[in-house]
């Protein structure tokens, strides 16, 4: 007995979701593990090691599981599909830590559902090992995600347009698997009673404070909205770019879900996308607030008849709300910044400072340009200039912030913005070699890299310089 089951997803909100077992892996094995989340999370885990082939797999159960698929809705790339839901995972159930914290335990890639619709429900190694990988670093990095317990190969041939590749399923450990899509699912069928049994779920599972306040569901919306911005703020910081910010994948928790096609910008361009199916830049780097926004404007829309009786009164009551988001979310960018560029206080400035900055680092690299820039808060300009194919705007901009730092002591202020900056983001030339390796049977690349990503602020030389020149431009492709 090792997880602690208490599965009130199924107890409470019939209608949501559609009970069944994953797939038995025919030959699985246990590929990664992550010990250290299973300690923090008050597992056994060697238990975890011994049963976790099978139980990660889907070919055994342990004891408690109750196998279900979510259902849910959601605009994709902004077209809505009113069913989409689990078509690839199942939850295995809720368990319990020591510390009272529950926790979805998810499958990802364990076999066909009935919302499978004309996808196999597996998945293939190296999008799994992706999401290992880039949630890990997330965690590392001090960003809200879902965590990544384990990937088993199932011994199972998945075919892919490149061909037959590896079967593998990820063991997901989230706050929860609601979405704005598991909103929109019961509102797009006009089903308003299992409408506010979801809302009132949410609230007791994510915002308990809320319940029983004069407006739960408005104070609901407006938490979710907090919660939203920080993390999109947080993403924005670091130059990570999701992908695929569809409302079916936004957590209410605020924690990053679904890792797909997502990576991070290297060279500073605001346009910069990865995904392949992205055509139209819709996901790229600096358009994700503004998705945000839209996807936070879709929440609302499902909430309306929970927000007020009168629908006028709910649509001003929203729009209120949605006409605030752009603030918020400025105010959270600049907090971010402000944590990046070592400076403690707020300026009526700091705006004007962060915008030319971005203005002046075009095509340098995002990460190394902060990293750096903690050397240059005294005289030494070196290391950074580097890094620009012409120092010029920058130049010009060094004085204006070591004049906002004012008399900071130097040393001080560049280890406050080296614990922010990081030195080490998962680089892309080194997440397809490790993944390439990985599917050729070498996991020591996988291994490597992710222990350097999981120690992100320490300088790790080979991790941390950008791919070599003929390496680019970078596609990703979704987890399919
Ligand atoms: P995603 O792009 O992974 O967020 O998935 C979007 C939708 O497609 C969800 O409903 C998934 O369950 C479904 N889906 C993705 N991949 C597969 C697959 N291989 N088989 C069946 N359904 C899938
Ligand atoms: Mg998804």
Redesign the pocket.
């Known amino acids: 007995m090792s997880f602690r089951f208490d599965n009130s997803w199924l107890r409470d909100l019939d209608g949501s979701f559609l009970r069944l077992a994953p797939d038995a892996a025919p030959a699985p094995q246990l590929l990664v593990f992550n010990r250290p989340l299973a300690q923090e999370l008050g597992l056994d885990p060697a238990v975890l090691e011994a049963e976790g082939a099978g139980w990660f797999s889907g070919a055994a159960l342990p004891e408690g599981a109750e196998p279900a698929a979510l259902a849910?809705a959601?605009h994709?790339f902004g077209g809505f599909?009113p069913v989409?839901?689990?078509?690839?995972?199942h939850l295995l159930g809720e368990f319990l830590t020591p510390d009272g914290w529950r926790f979805d335990l998810q499958l990802k890639?364990s076999g066909?559902?009935p919302?499978?619709?004309?996808?196999?429900?597996?998945?293939a190694l190296g999008p799994m090992l992706r999401e290992y990988l880039i949630s890990e670093a997330m965690a590392a990095l001090g960003v809200p995600t879902t965590r990544s317990l384990a990937v088993v190969t199932t011994g199972e041939a998945?075919r892919r347009e490149d061909g037959a590749l590896p079967g593998a399923v990820l063991a997901r450990v989230a706050a929860s698997h609601i979405r704005v899509g598991s909103f929109q699912f019961h509102a797009a069928r006009g089903d308003a009673p299992r409408l506010k049994a979801l809302a009132d779920y949410a609230i007791a599972r994510h915002y308990p404070d809320l319940a029983g306040t004069p407006q739960p569901y408005l104070a609901f919306f407006d938490a979710v909205t907090a919660r939203q911005v920080d993390l999109i703020a947080r993403w924005m910081g670091l130059g990570f770019v999701h992908g695929?910010m569809?409302t079916?994948?936004m957590a209410i928790s605020g924690e990053t879900i679904?890792y797909?096609p997502c990576a991070f910008m290297e060279d500073y361009a605001p346009g910069t996308v990865f995904s392949s199916i992205d055509r139209q830049g819709r996901y790229a780097w600096a358009n994700q607030p503004l998705i945000l926004a839209w996807n936070l404007a879709r929440l609302a829309e499902a909430l309306l008849g929970l927000f007020d009786a009168d629908p006028e009164r709910a649509v001003d009551l929203a729009n209120t709300r949605l006409e605030a988001i752009a603030g918020a979310y400025r105010a959270a960018w600049l907090a971010v910044m402000r944590g990046k560029l070592g400076l403690a206080a707020e300026a009526p400035e700091d705006g004007a400072l962060v915008d030319d900055l971005l203005a002046a680092m075009q095509g340098a690299d995002w990460t190394l340009v902060f990293h750096r820039l903690s050397g240059a808060v005294a005289a030494d300009t070196a290391a950074l200039r580097a890094l620009f194919p012409d120092f010029a705007a920058m130049q010009a901009w060094l004085p204006r912030w070591r004049a906002r730092l004012g008399a900071c002591a130097p040393e001080a202020v560049a280890a406050q913005m080296r614990a922010v900056n990081p030195a080490v983001i998962p680089r892309n030339h080194r997440v397809e070699e490790a993944l390439a390796a990985a599917g050729a049977g070498d996991m020591a690349p996988f291994q490597a890299l992710l222990a350097a990503v999981q120690a992100p602020f320490r300088e790790d030389e080979a991790y941390m310089l950008p791919a070599p020149s003929g390496f680019g431009p970078y596609v990703t492709f979704?987890?399919?």
Do not use: I, M, P
Request: hydrophobic share 20%; aromatic share 6%; glycine share 28%.
């Open positions: 849910y959601g994709q599909s989409l839901g689990d078509g690839r995972a890639g066909r559902t919302f499978s619709r004309g996808g196999d429900g597996k998945a998945v695929v569809n079916d994948n679904d797909g979704c987890g399919t």
